[in-house]
């Protein structure tokens, strides 16, 4: 293949690499159906999001910087039961946080209600929408099945003049809730249950947060979403796959409400993740059943909660992108989030030594009531990051579990008679050990080398092992929490009876640990890397200068392998 050959082979192939969201907006812009590409995220505010809702929001956000677009935050509280201004704010606090700038593009559904009215007298008007007595139990054997058709409903085809009669005395109040419907008026016959007259307004007696009394109909929402889309202006309306057979319902709302240009919706399948739970209903257990601490406790996979947990927008805006956009449904490895956020604060995140099981390790030759300060650097790989200051003296804490008085082969660390190199200072040898009455080991004991001051051996002889260590008396003590999913891996998700099969060691909490003084101070949403023991951050919640709190965002290694890009 010539090299000119070979260009327009790579050229071509690039935009097969383009998911098929994109190559549908690039038909349509080249069509000539839109001259632009407006997207948009509708939460329910009926809960918090979780990171399914990241990719939704990644995803029209993305697209809409892709195209040089438009993105609105649109907060779809249609439904007046359920809906609370808490979860407003959380909702808007995690949406910047991931780096969606919606900027003034911020909308609420419940402000086209007028709109929807509307809309509804004018395909009344068309006779293309009805007022029902059936009640919902009528309806229900109404409408058929699968395999059978529908029935008409005997008001089917009341005059339109009745119909505006009887839509507008729902409106004033006249009927209590469920006594009557407005339904479109379609098809009882459709294969597509969707599309069997459905109901598009109900009678509901209630208070909404925006509109406090003034409507005692609200529009369902497969009559509501398609008109908020269209009053927006959006072009393509992308959700998720459930709502496939929902399409032509949506079509039909933007054409019979004669929408000039309507959006066009595209469907995608939903992001799943492994061992963890994101049913609204089974974390509010959680929550209620104190297992866990609140909906941003961080073994859940809200946003709030990764973000608690140390995980960066950066990190979780990777994990998407590896997701990919598909059309079928599949579960994501837990593994990989952890890998993404790895490979996040690998070179942002300063190094630090934090001591997690404290055992004391006296350097019996180092002068007493004597210290001195070595210099270590933050990051090899980010020089940027610059060092910091150490303090060594006589007294260290070191890991309980790089001591041992017995050590099986392949052990470097402490024992006696081993060398080992401490970190950043000096080639100490351990000579024992002291234990109480019980044969706890209460401190290691070793001699220094002065002469291998910053680690570097004098004579060019070797030590196998390379630990980490903290000064006791400069020490700050801190609680470190660390997790595990919280969800058993072995068991599954579910139990039987429909609770959720909690991993009894998803959380340890480590009361006592000991850490390098340089981590005084520290504030939310710090990170660091706490060498051989993984990525820390500060709680947010619990933190205090008093009290120091740190999670464990991941651990270092995983045996996690990023998979083959198709
Ligand atoms: P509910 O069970 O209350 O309907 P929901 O998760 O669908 O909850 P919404 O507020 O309706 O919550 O969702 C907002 C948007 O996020 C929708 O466009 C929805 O399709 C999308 N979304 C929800 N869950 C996921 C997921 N797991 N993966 C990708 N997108 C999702
Ligand atoms: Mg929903």
């Not at 159906?33 to 939460?43: C, I, L, S």
């Not at 057979?245 to 054409?255: A, S």
């Not at 991993?503 to 504030?523: F, I, R």
Request: with cysteine.
């Amino acid at each position: 293949m010539s090299e000119e050959v070979k260009e327009m082979v790579s050229e071509e192939e690039a935009p097969i690499s383009r998911n098929f969201i994109e190559n549908a907006i690039d038909q349509d812009l080249k069509e000539g159906v839109y001259d632009h590409v407006h997207t948009r995220f509708p939460p329910e505010p009926n809960g918090y999001l979780h990171i399914g809702h990241a990719k939704s929001i990644l995803l029209n956000y993305g697209l809409s910087q892709e195209y040089n677009g438009k993105f609105n935050l649109r907060f779809d509280d249609t439904n007046p039961t359920k809906e609370k201004s808490e979860f407003v704010e959380a909702i808007k606090a995690d949406v910047k946080w991931l780096g969606a700038d919606f900027e003034d593009r911020l909308f609420f559904a419940s402000n086209y209600f007028d709109q929807m009215y509307e809309n509804a007298v004018k395909l009344i008007k068309k006779g293309k929408a009805y007022v029902s007595d059936l009640t919902a139990e009528q309806m229900r054997e109404y409408r058929g099945t699968l395999t059978e058709p529908g029935k008409e409903d005997p008001s089917r085809n009341r005059s339109v003049e009745e119909n505006l009669r009887l839509f507008e005395e729902m409106k004033e109040g006249k009927y209590a809730d469920g006594e009557k419907t407005l339904r479109a008026r379609i098809d009882m016959a459709s294969p597509n249950i969707n599309m069997r007259d459905p109901i598009i307004y109900r009678v509901a007696h209630m208070s909404h947060q925006n509109t406090g009394d003034k409507w005692c109909i609200y529009p369902m929402y497969d009559f509501a979403h398609p008109i908020e889309d269209a009053e927006e202006k959006i072009t393509h309306s992308i959700c998720t796959l459930e709502f496939e057979d929902h399409r032509p319902l949506y079509d039909w709302v933007v054409k019979e409400c004669e929408y000039v240009n309507p959006p066009r919706q595209i469907e995608f399948a939903k992001l799943y993740l492994t061992n963890v739970v994101t049913g609204k209903r089974y974390i509010k257990k959680l929550v209620e059943d104190g297992i866990v601490d609140g909906w941003d406790d961080p073994r859940l996979v809200s946003i709030a909660a990764l973000r608690r947990r140390g995980f960066t927008p950066e990190s979780i805006k990777k994990f998407v992108e590896l997701c990919g956009v598909s059309k079928s449904n599949s579960s994501t490895d837990y593994a990989m989030l952890e890998y993404c956020i790895r490979e996040d604060l690998k070179a942002k995140d300063a190094r630090r030594m934090a001591i997690l099981h404290p055992v004391k390790l006296i350097i019996d030759n180092y002068p007493e009531g004597q210290s001195e300060t070595l210099t270590a650097e933050n990051n090899l790989e980010n020089p940027e990051l610059g060092s910091r200051e150490l303090t060594f003296s006589k007294e260290l804490y070191i890991e309980a579990d790089d001591f041992m008085e017995e050590p099986p082969k392949k052990y470097f660390r402490m024992f006696p008679g081993n060398e080992v190199r401490l970190m950043h200072a000096y080639f100490v040898k351990c000579t024992g050990c002291d234990k109480d009455e019980n044969g706890n080991i209460i401190a290691v004991h070793g001699t220094y080398d002065p002469e291998s001051r910053g680690g570097n051996s004098p004579d060019g002889r070797k030590v196998k092992g390379t630990i980490h260590w903290v000064d006791a008396k400069s020490a700050i003590r801190a609680e470190v929490r660390l997790y595990e999913n919280i969800v058993d891996e072995e068991k599954g998700v579910y139990n039987e009876d429909g609770s959720v099969n909690v991993n009894p060691n998803s959380l340890t909490v480590l009361k006592d640990c000991a850490l390098e003084a340089s981590l005084a101070g520290v504030k939310a949403p710090e990170s660091f890397q706490f060498v051989r023991n993984g990525f820390f951050c500060v709680d947010s919640k619990d933190s205090t200068p008093e009290h120091p709190v740190f999670n464990r965002i991941v651990s270092l290694k995983s045996s996690f392998v990023l998979p083959k890009q198709g």
